[in-house]
């Protein structure tokens, strides 16, 4: 059984002479084969950082990243957010397919990688420009497979996509990773569909992973406010059920702090103590937060956040 282990890892990104930006802070975790491991955090929490880093497009500022294999860039692809500007429009999809089969000295064609995502072998004469959107991410799909990788990384992958085709390439990636045993890692803001394809969750917070968990366990009981606040932004479950909805508390504003706690600011449960050290609650479910779940229960049943 494959797996991916990744041991303290950290980014720091220098911004000019005196400034840096801490864009991933600490963070380990494990990626095993058969299973969809969601990374999930707002915009520029640093999710796309840690699959980059895992790529080697990013070398890390500190911190391991281990894998038993012999040839590292043939056994960890990635597939990009953007289809269109990840293949070469000069170029034909036959010729993008062949390329890594060639490199990677892999047997197999194009057009078999085509039919493996479900696409004509008719398509390996055409351009990048003659295809759909979706299109071209299943061809994004199929050249990442070519090289047979143990792991892959899908950086928001239908962020991008219409829709209506969204829920068919994230079908496809599942149906993919069972087929090749791979360990995948689902980089997404999207919580409803983490839960859906992701065995675990990892809910990152400006570098660092506040909350980690099976998928149900985080998206219904989350422990981290943060969670809950990502959870409020996804499909409201209770649209149907005005009377039955739970108060929603109020949240603070104010400028990201440093040190302690890095979203005491917008946290409507936030007290002194979230200022100093952060304890990791928990066993299979583990909250980075001050409060322990009972604490955090009885502030909401009561609602007086401090």
Not at 5 to 12: D, F
Not at 217 to 237: C, F, K, N, Q, S
Request: charged fraction near 25%.
């Amino acid at each position: 059984m494959t797996s991916m282990t990744v041991s303290h890892l950290s980014k720091t990104f220098k911004l000019n002479r005196k400034e840096r930006l801490r864009a991933v802070d600490d963070v380990s975790f494990e990626l095993r084969s058969g299973e969809t491991t969601a990374l999930v955090g707002e915009s520029g929490s640093g999710k796309s950082t840690i699959a980059r880093m895992l790529a080697r497009l990013v070398t890390p500022t500190s911190g391991e990243i281990l894998l038993e294999t012999s040839n590292y860039r043939k056994d960890v692809q990635m597939v990009f957010q953007d289809p269109f500007a990840s293949l070469n429009p000069a170029h034909t999809i036959g010729y993008h397919l062949r390329r890594p089969l060639e490199i990677h000295k892999t047997p197999g064609t194009a057009e078999e990688l085509l039919e493996r995502v479900n696409l004509p072998a008719a398509f390996a004469g055409r351009y990048p420009h003659e295809l759909s959107g979706g299109q071209r991410q299943r061809v994004a799909i199929a050249r990442a497979l070519a090289p047979r990788p143990k792991v892959l990384l899908a950086d928001e992958p239908v962020s991008m996509l219409d829709v209506s085709i969204r829920l068919e390439i994230l079908n496809l990636i599942d149906r993919l990773k069972s087929e090749e045993d791979l360990a995948v890692l689902y980089v997404t803001h999207d919580l409803a569909t983490a839960r859906h394809f992701a065995r675990d969750i990892m809910v990152m917070y400006r570098g660092q992973i506040v909350e980690r968990g099976p998928a149900d366990d985080v998206i219904l009981t989350p422990g981290h406010p943060y969670t809950r606040l990502l959870a409020e932004a996804a499909p409201d479950p209770w649209a149907a059920h005005e009377g039955e909805r739970p108060p929603r508390q109020e949240r603070r504003n104010g400028p990201p702090l440093a040190g302690g706690c890095l979203f005491r600011n917008r946290c409507p449960y936030a007290t002194d103590a979230c200022a100093g050290d952060i304890p990791v609650y928990g066993e299979k479910h583990l909250v980075r937060c001050v409060l322990r779940a009972s604490d955090r229960t009885a502030m909401e049943r009561d609602g007086t956040p401090s």
